[in-house]
């Protein structure tokens, strides 16, 4: 057992249905896999970029990452429009602000 019980309420009730060592990895996949997603959503492809930020959306939204996962949302939302706004400088630095205001805490509960 963690010596810091789960920083969210989300992460609360996957621990009460999972366990907690489960909801451990979960946390370390999510803090590995959310900064290699985030360096794929400078380039490529906007259909790739779009299921990107999809797919970090509901990650951010299982961790209990509120701000995180509308911004990601929001951006889902743009990409989804074939000429609607790409990802700016200004979303990548906000994306990467919330990250790590996220990110502490949930380091804190898997001893990172």
Do not use: W, Y
Request: net charge negative; glycine share 8%.
């Amino acid at each position: 057992m963690s010596q810091c019980p789960p920083p969210t309420p989300e992460l609360t009730e996957l621990a009460a249905v999972l366990g907690e060592e489960n909801v451990q990895t979960l946390v370390r996949t999510f803090l590995r896999d959310f900064p290699i997603s985030f360096q794929e959503l400078g380039g490529g492809e906007r259909k790739n970029r779009h299921r990107l930020a999809h797919s970090m959306k509901s990650n951010a939204r299982l961790m209990g990452a509120h701000a995180l996962s509308q911004r990601m949302a929001e951006l889902e939302n743009r990409l989804s429009v074939e000429n609607g706004q790409d990802v700016t400088p200004q979303d990548l630095t906000a994306i990467g602000q919330e990250f790590e205001a996220v990110a502490g805490p949930l380091r804190i509960f898997v001893g990172q």
